[in-house]
């Protein structure tokens, strides 16, 4: 298979603009099946701006987006969740006192009976949530317990279990790792690398962490101000190299200098 036929999603020359202001400038873009891509930038790079056109909340003004080498232009994120692009946003979308099965099938419950009838078959969504938690090695005591009470990086990744199940094929996770420890980041980078490596999806990790990028990566974008300051494999980047474009360009002596000046 080669790189091109492996792209879920490409973009090409991605621009958007909001009145007098040009958000994103350029922006070329290819997400692969099992890779995991990285983009980074500070606050006011174009990273929420990017996601938001990728996962169909913004359309592009200007450029091509691909999805399976067909050019797309989407009115709603459904139309894009039909095509399995999926987004995990920092504010989950989860019911903190929902037991943690409910909440894995929130919005999409299975039923059985007809008519009158017709319940919530609450034993399948309970076993479906148990093997598909077990699928991606997430292990929880209790699936009855709130959602609410468990540790933010194990809410994470049911969260993206559950977008996993339900077919996405891209995963767009928007700072995951952003209000967790180290030890739940860790958990959270662990099932990044498991969603692409064993389930072959496309993994969008946004992140303003140039060490939790390089620990799962696979190719890596900086934005600054709109624009691409970089875009490499992970063949042919260091992690100083990383660290260096999310300076500015200016290194950490420099960052060193401004903090003890």
Same mark, same amino acid.
């Given at each position: 298979?080669?790189?091109?036929?492996? %792209?879920?999603?490409?973009?090409?020359?991605?621009?958007?603009?909001?009145?007098?202001?040009?958000?994103?400038?350029g922006v070329n873009l290819t997400v692969?099946?099992?890779?995991?891509?990285?983009?980074?930038?500070?606050?006011?790079?174009?990273?929420?701006?990017?996601?938001?056109?990728?996962?169909?909340?913004?359309?592009?003004?200007?450029?091509?987006?691909?999805?399976?080498?067909?050019?797309?232009?989407?009115?709603?994120?459904?139309?894009?969740?039909?095509?399995?692009?999926?987004?995990?946003?920092?504010?989950?979308?989860?019911?903190?006192?929902?037991?943690?099965?409910?909440?894995?099938?929130?919005?999409?419950?299975?039923?059985?009976?007809?008519?009158?009838?017709?319940?919530?078959?609450?034993?399948?969504?309970?076993?479906?949530?148990?093997?598909?938690?077990?699928?991606?090695?997430?292990?929880?005591?209790?699936?009855?317990?709130?959602?609410?009470?468990?540790?933010?990086?194990?809410?994470?990744?049911?969260?993206? %279990?559950?977008?996993?199940?339900?077919?996405?094929?891209?995963?767009?996770?928007?700072?995951?790792?952003?209000?967790?420890?180290?030890?739940?980041?860790?958990?959270?980078?662990?099932?990044?690398?498991?969603?692409?490596?064993?389930?072959?999806i496309g993994v969008i990790f946004i992140?303003?962490?140039?060490?939790?990028?390089?620990?799962?990566?696979?190719?890596?974008?900086?934005?600054?101000?709109?624009?691409?300051?970089?875009?490499?494999?992970?063949?042919?980047?260091?992690?100083?190299?990383?660290?260096?474009?999310?300076?500015?360009?200016?290194?950490?002596?420099?960052?060193?200098?401004?903090?003890?000046?």
């Amino acid at each position: 298979m080669t790189q091109t036929e492996s %792209a879920i999603i490409q973009l090409k020359d991605i621009g958007k603009s909001y009145g007098n202001i040009s958000a994103l400038r350029g922006v070329n873009l290819t997400v692969r099946q099992g890779e995991v891509t990285c983009i980074l930038g500070d606050n006011g790079a174009g990273k929420s701006t990017l996601i938001s056109i990728i996962s169909g909340l913004f359309a592009h003004d200007v450029g091509e987006y691909l999805v399976d080498g067909q050019p797309r232009r989407f009115a709603s994120p459904r139309e894009a969740l039909d095509l399995g692009i999926a987004a995990v946003y920092q504010t989950l979308a989860l019911v903190p006192m929902l037991p943690v099965w409910r909440n894995f099938f929130l919005g999409s419950e299975l039923q059985k009976g007809h008519g009158i009838f017709r319940r919530l078959d609450t034993d399948a969504m309970f076993a479906v949530t148990n093997d598909e938690l077990h699928r991606m090695g997430i292990d929880l005591e209790n699936l009855e317990q709130p959602v609410g009470t468990l540790s933010g990086g194990q809410r994470q990744v049911v969260a993206i %279990a559950r977008a996993v199940h339900f077919g996405a094929r891209v995963l767009i996770l928007d700072e995951p790792t952003a209000a967790l420890g180290v030890a739940q980041s860790g958990l959270v980078l662990r099932y990044i690398v498991q969603a692409a490596r064993d389930q072959g999806i496309g993994v969008i990790f946004i992140t303003h962490n140039p060490h939790h990028a390089f620990l799962v990566g696979d190719h890596f974008m900086v934005l600054a101000r709109g624009e691409v300051d970089l875009d490499k494999p992970r063949s042919e980047l260091t992690l100083e190299n990383l660290m260096f474009h999310m300076a500015g360009g200016r290194g950490l002596s420099a960052l060193q200098h401004e903090i003890h000046s």
